[in-house]
């Protein structure tokens, strides 16, 4: 199973990215998808998780700003990020709860993408 990020950059404070992340091996279904992030000397915290269903959860520090989506069919989860602010930068990582074949429910982690926000 690998999942591959992309869509991090350079971007003014103000602006907005979109970052991608898409699953793929050997995948019978994902529960849960979800964007964390890290910023250096702090710990990796919650961003945003989608389950399959829909339904979503959002850190406090991105309501009204982040949107997470998914594709089911893909295996992809998005993240739209407005409004950035300097705050916001950090290295993004996209993290799945999945159900392997033949290994069971297992979380995997993306290798993660820098995004940089410039007052």
């Known amino acids: 199973v690998q999942l591959v990020e992309s869509g991090g950059g350079l971007v003014q404070a103000g602006g907005s990215l979109r970052l991608s992340c898409a699953a793929s091996g050997r995948i019978l279904s994902i529960r849960v998808m979800g964007w964390y992030r890290q910023a250096p000397g702090n710990q990796r915290e919650l961003v945003a998780t989608?389950?399959?269903?829909?339904?979503?959860n959002y850190a406090d520090s991105v309501k009204g700003r982040f949107t997470i989506s998914r594709d089911n069919a893909k295996n992809t989860v998005y993240l739209q990020m407005n409004s950035l602010e300097p705050e916001d930068t950090a290295v993004y990582y996209c993290n799945a709860n999945l159900l392997e074949i033949a290994a069971g429910w297992r979380d995997y982690w993306g290798q993660g993408t820098q995004v940089t926000v410039s007052s």
């Open positions: 989608i389950t399959s269903g829909g339904t979503t």
